[in-house]
């Protein structure tokens, strides 16, 4: 028999709060799904035991056969793993099933050996959650990375785990007694001479280096040390480990002239790109239940089927931080009692429609509507122009409503409509991936980013026309941003239904 051992772990794993608890779940269904008569898990650093065994085989009887297997990590063993059947019954799974299982305990072990260090040392104890092929991929990298002195480029979309991998990959290195330093690039105290020599000998963790202001980037060469040979004069290769995360695209933001070449060819030698929860729909059980745990609240009580489909259709457009958030008001608002749909319908609606999820409305408090009259729950899609008059007027009370990813788009639009503008800048602007940006657009605003910003273009122009009588045509094209007369006068007369003359005469300017 062949069973996957990602199958076997989407069922048996649970993000308990400790590791032994967590070993004992996965040792017990072991025992239950494969027929064993025991199992028995042992870790070198602290000694501990953790064993299973079969009611059956507590009362003898046949012999048993024994097999076992270290559980190791790039440094070595870190434990071993025992399991025992009857001898006259036959083994159900094959050898290749046991060194999986056995990476994986490798790889969940040393998650907690992370949450005991960052509580200890940074005050909170971060663990990272879930058992998807996704996310052992990034703890495969994070271990190989871990035992290098080269940078590590950590990219995703903003709230996925980007500072908790970073600390991994300090934990796992040989500098994990040495200082780890971190750097809020989107609000720095100091400069860099002192975030180096603080972080001298450890590892300098920059949180969002895309947003480091340009200055601050052009000094970086003068204490990072080169390994391409750019600059000369700098510290030894070994005095400061460098981990960067980044939101935006920094090869789009080189390109644009906002983020140094020098510095980013610098960084991207260990680079690796955490996956948004979207992908991770069979995390999202376990990511709800360390969610509700974390918050004080009964996760076996509060958390449903309903809860858990609900959230699997969900975008998240800013991932775990956004999820924590909502698992936070359904609880307290639902008083820690079983979140079924009419709950989130009441208190987080913009849940249950793939359509309106991500727009992000404040709820009122109401009753849920009869199930009978289903499609009267959702609001009714708002149409596109009214998004596009608030862009230009800056309307911070109707933009508000949107989901944060697209408010912050479309107020990057209303000031710098005038400008070439990318799909990734504004990404960049928005905190989110260029694609899942898209898929907003389309799914709110049902548009796509082009046509939105030639209505904003168009939008602006008749602002001007209608109070600017002296102004030419031509120069009222090339402020709200096309280079072309002919383009802005069909675009003009595609969207208002007059040519720009004709609009200014019937306004009566």
């Known amino acids: 028999m062949s069973l996957p051992v990602d199958t076997f772990l989407q069922k048996a794993y649970y993000p308990f709060r400790r590791l032994p608890d967590l070993l ?14 025991g199992a028995t898990l042992r870790l070198h650093d602290t000694g501990e035991s953790i064993t299973s065994a079969a009611p059956s085989a507590l009362a ?32 159900l799974v094959d050898a290749g099933f046991w060194e999986d299982f056995a990476r994986r305990c490798a790889h969940l072990i040393r998650r907690y050996e992370v949450q005991s260090w960052a509580e200890r040392r940074l005050g909170r104890p971060l663990l990272l959650v879930g058992v998807c092929e996704a996310l052992h991929r ?16 950590l990219k995703g979309e903003f709230g996925t785990e ?39 000998g450890g590892t300098l963790f920059f949180n969002g280096i895309d947003e480091l202001a340009r200055p601050l980037q052009s000094q970086l060469p003068q204490h990072m040390h080169s390994r391409l040979g750019q600059w000369l004069t700098v510290p030894d290769a070994q005095a400061v480990r460098v981990v960067a995360s980044a939101t ?47 918050h004080g609240f009964d996760s076996c009580r509060t958390c449903t089927d309903d809860l858990v489909r609900i959230c699997q259709r969900h975008t998240w457009a800013e991932n775990l931080f956004e999820l924590e958030r909502v698992v936070a008001r359904l609880a307290v608002m639902n008083d820690g009692q079983p979140i079924h749909e009419a709950q989130v319908q009441r208190h987080a609606p913009w849940l249950l429609s793939a ?24 609001p009714s899609p708002i149409p596109t122009g009214h998004w596009v008059r608030c862009a230009v007027t800056r309307d911070a009370g109707e933009l508000g409503r949107l ?45 796509t980013f082009k046509p939105l910003l030639q209505h904003i273009r168009i939008e602006k122009a008749k602002e001007i026309l209608s109070n600017d009588a002296g102004r030419r045509i031509t120069e009222v ?15 003009f007369r595609r969207i208002v239904g007059h040519s720009p003359r004709e609009f200014r005469r019937v306004a009566g300017v």
Not at 24 to 30: E, G, I, K, N, S
Not at 61 to 81: D, F, H, K, N
Not at 138 to 153: D, M, N, R, T, Y
Not at 263 to 291: G, K, S
């Open 24 to 37: 004992q779940a996965l040792l017990d269904a072991l025992v239950a799904q494969l027929g064993l008569a």
């Open 60 to 91: 003898g009887g046949s012999s048993l056969v024994s097999r076992a297997l270290p559980i190791a990590c790039a440094t070595g063993p870190i434990g071993e793993l025992q399991w025992q059947w009857r001898h006259d019954e036959a083994v």
């Open 138 to 153: 990034l703890e495969i990298f994070v271990e190989k990375a871990a035992s290098s002195s080269l940078p590590v480029l």
């Open 162 to 200: 980007k500072a908790q991998l970073a600390v991994s990959v300090h934990c796992f290195g040989p500098r994990r007694d040495s200082p780890f330093i971190e750097v809020n690039c989107a609000d720095p105290v100091g400069q860099p001479v002192q975030w180096f020599e603080q972080a001298s």
């Open 248 to 294: 935006a695209d920094l090869a789009g933001l080189v390109a644009d002239g906002r983020f140094s070449r020098q510095l980013l060819a610098e960084l991207d030698f260990l680079t690796v790109t955490v996956p948004p929860l979207r992908e991770r729909p069979r995390d999202i059980r376990a990511m709800l239940v360390a969610a509700l745990e974390r």
């Open 355 to 378: 359509a309106t999820a991500d727009i992000g409305l404040q709820a009122v408090e109401s009753p849920p509507p009869q199930a009978s009259n289903r499609a009267t729950r959702l």
């Open 403 to 447: 989901h944060a990813a697209l408010r912050k788009a479309l107020l990057y639009l209303g000031e710098h409509y005038a400008e070439p503008i990318s799909l990734e800048q504004l990404a960049g602007q928005a905190h989110v991936s260029p694609s899942h940006l898209g898929f907003l657009f389309r799914s709110v605003l049902s548009t």
């Open 477 to 491: 094209a090339l402020i709200v941003g096309f280079g072309d007369l002919s383009h802005f006068e069909k675009s």
